[in-house]
T-cell receptor, first 113, second 113 residues
Framework: DAGVTQSPTHLIKTRGQQVTLRCSPK?????VSWYQQALGQGPQFIFQ???????QRGNFPDRFSGHQFPNYSSELNVNALLLGDSALYLC????????????FGPGTRLTVL | KQEVTQIPAALSVPEGENLVLNCSFT??????LQWFRQDPGKGLTSLLL?????REQTSGRLNASLDKSSGRSTLYIAASQPGDSATYLC????????????FGKGTSLLVTP
């Protein structure tokens, strides 16, 4: 079992650029959530996808958008990057929703210069 | 709004000691609570999930308890080892957060040989 995988591992962008992060859920899981973790902080919820729909969104601007594909993998897109978007982006998967055990991937470290 | 607090923020113990990490939450109407481990710069590893109807869960040297009425959970680590050094995070789901995990900032644990 490969577990949750994310790509790329690291990414460096400049302000104003756009970025796409990718996540493949654990085998058998159909729900994907994205979190942003700033240094020294706990992860903050961005949004969750289930059945290819955004089911819930956290307190993040519209510059953050996502997608879930029929194979349950997911993308996180961030437009018009700001310095403050520099963080570790974590993807979590679970089976059939709401409050089942969440399994996290290794994360993508995004640095905005 | 749910506030999750973890005390202490950092802890250093000699190898072999038993230790307790604390997690408190302000809204006792939680669904489930999950404990995670995070190594520096890495993703989160799920340790234990406690459902709202449960009082405790055990896995190897780890034991997590939940007291909803007092808004507290503890993670007990028996016979600590240097490999246990990491940041430990607790997170809850509640009626306000819906599908989003609400995290504390974590306790950074160092176990010295």
């Amino acid at each position: 079992d490969a577990g949750v995988t994310q790509s790329p591992t690291h990414l460096i962008k400049t302000r104003g650029q756009q970025v796409t992060l990718r996540c493949s859920p654990k085998s058998g899981h159909d729900t994907v959530s994205w979190y942003q973790q700033a240094l020294g902080q706990g992860p903050q919820f961005i949004f969750q996808y289930y059945e290819e729909e955004e089911r819930q969104r956290g307190n993040f601007p519209d510059r953050f958008s996502g997608h879930q594909f029929p194979n349950y993998s997911s993308e996180l897109n961030v437009n018009a990057l700001l310095l403050g978007d520099s963080a570790l982006y974590l993807c979590a998967s679970s089976s059939q929703g709401a409050w089942n055990e969440q399994f996290f991937g290794p994360g993508t470290r995004l640095t905005v210069l | 709004k749910q506030e999750v607090t973890q005390i202490p923020a950092a802890l250093s113990v000699p190898e072999g000691e038993n230790l307790v990490l604390n997690c408190s939450f302000t809204d006792s109407a939680i669904y489930n609570l999950q404990w995670f481990r995070q190594d520096p710069g890495k993703g989160l590893t799920s340790l234990l999930l406690i459902q709202s109807s449960q009082r405790e869960q055990t896995s190897g040297r780890l034991n997590a308890s939940l007291d909803k009425s007092s808004g507290r959970s503890t993670l007990y680590i028996a016979a600590s080892q240097p490999g246990d050094s990491a940041t430990y995070l607790c997170a809850v789901w509640d009626s306000n957060s819906g599908y989003a995990l609400n995290f504390g900032k974590g306790t950074s644990l160092l176990v010295t040989p």
